[in-house]
């Protein structure tokens, strides 16, 4: 106020002015109508706009992806893909479909943490290393959701396990290592079946007829994500059926004390080279 009310006096002195706090204060001082006034409140101050609290929620890790990914081929990503950055929080929420309002808490909240900058070519993401290091991590402190499974009559093959998920229409997808053989981007030599399923363990083991049993014993991982958006919704079809994103693969490795870290790793570091050169 003190710094507005010096400017007009030296710049303009015959101008009328006035300043309209967001709580509601009022400065208005106009010489040709007599009127010098300030105005005081009791109204609190305005609550900051929403932002969500984690940041890796479901369909924030959606729209990560979907602004991450949007440049990568679709034999890697089944998500929406452009060619630029999206303009605004609107276009995103209309690419992204999700709502207008998620859209912008979104982009307040990865803004509040200096990964989100707007730019005049469009919202583009920043410090990326540090955001897969920050993602990896709370992927990491999080137990995953899988059951061990083996089949109820003996050996089980992955095409008969998909071919009855596909018949219940379930939402499923392959996970993990298998995935990223899949993709063609496995770096550490592991055999693991993991199947992502939009369903309960005891269904989904009915809909295979698989049953639960030790890990020793395991044929096949059920995995039920609790992050289910984030997971079907970017699925890229293959010869051998639905797969999770490359993303979405190191995801599911993380957590395997073995090499989960290191085919992350790989992942990450191949994501961040093709975003350099965007």
């Excluded at 984690?54 to 990914?69: A, G, H, I, S």
């Excluded at 309002?101 to 070519?121: K, L, Q, Y």
């Excluded at 996970?175 to 005891?202: F, N, P, S, W």
């Excluded at 073995?258 to 790989?266: H, P, V």
């Amino acid at each position: 106020e003190h710094a507005a009310e010096q400017f007009m006096d030296t710049y303009a002195p015959g101008v009328g002015w006035c300043l309209l706090a967001r709580d509601g204060r009022l400065r208005l001082k106009a010489p040709d109508l007599g009127l010098d006034l300030r105005e005081q409140t009791n109204r609190p101050p305005t609550p900051p706009r929403a932002t969500t609290t984690r940041l890796f929620t479901d369909l924030n890790r959606w729209l990560l992806k979907v602004m991450l990914m949007r440049a990568q081929p679709p034999t890697t990503w089944g998500g929406p893909r452009a060619g630029l950055p999206y303009r605004n929080p609107t276009e995103l929420h209309r690419v992204a479909g999700v709502s207008l309002e998620t859209a912008h808490r979104f982009v307040r909240t990865f803004e509040a943490a200096d990964f989100i900058r707007r730019a005049p070519e469009g919202l583009r993401i920043v410090r990326a290393d540090a955001l897969f290091e920050q993602w990896l991590h709370d992927e990491r402190s999080r137990a995953p959701m899988r059951m061990p499974a083996r089949g109820l009559y003996g050996s089980v093959e992955r095409n008969e396990l998909l071919v009855m998920l596909e018949a219940s229409a379930t939402r499923h997808a392959i996970g993990g290592y298998a995935a990223c053989a899949e993709l063609g981007l496995l770096h550490a030599t592991r055999q693991q079946l993991d199947i992502h399923v939009d369903t309960d363990a005891a269904q989904a083991l009915l809909i295979m007829e698989l049953e639960a049993c030790e890990p020793r014993d395991a044929m096949v991982w059920i995995v039920r994500s609790r992050y289910r958006e984030s997971v079907f919704r970017g699925v890229t079809q293959t010869d051998q059926g639905p797969v999770v994103d490359e993303l979405q693969a190191a995801l599911d490795v993380i957590h395997d004390p073995g090499r989960g870290n290191e085919q992350a790793t790989f992942i990450v570091g191949r994501l961040l080279a093709s975003l350099e050169q965007q």
